[in-house]
């Protein structure tokens, strides 16, 4: 497209369509793995999807199991601590921060739940768009988690 100026200069653009584009990483990567799987077969599409799925699950599982020991071990070792006498703990000023600290994560929580509500738009449309590879994937992390 060109049009002419005011000086006389013919000045050619092109529009660019940007649409779709401002999803973030997020948005970037489901993107790529769309573009990616729609290449792909419906059997290939769904062994992908389980074998990420798979991966994902046992490392949730892992790292779940690690994460779950440090801290029970540390509570517990807390706890034998107070009871020991190396420690005290203040109760109130503890409820007092749980609850300053609550009502901090729900207003956090409100001011962000539109990019939640999206990035849960998202998902749906992902899933609905690749069913093969999403049906695929959550199979394989259930797979992934029980082994």
Sequence with gaps: MAEETDS???????ILDVRGTAGGPLGTVM???????????????VVLGGTGGYVTGY?????????AS????GLLLI???HKAGYITINTSRLNRDARRFERRVR????????AFTNFARRGEE??????????????????????
Excluded: C, H, W
Aim: a neutral charge; aromatic letters at 10%.
């Design 8 to 14: 006389g200069l013919d000045e050619s653009f092109e």
């Design 31 to 45: 993107n790529t793995v769309t573009q990616y799987l729609d290449k792909y077969p419906t059997t290939t599409r």
């Design 59 to 67: 490392v949730f599982k892992t790292v779940g199991k690690t994460a």
């Design 70 to 73: 440090a801290v029970g071990g």
């Design 79 to 81: 706890q034998i601590a």
């Design 107 to 114: 207003n956090e929580m409100r001011q962000n739940e539109s």
């Design 126 to 147: 992902f899933v609905r768009n690749n069913s093969p590879a999403a049906l695929g994937f959550a199979a394989g992390f259930l797979i992934g988690l029980s082994t």
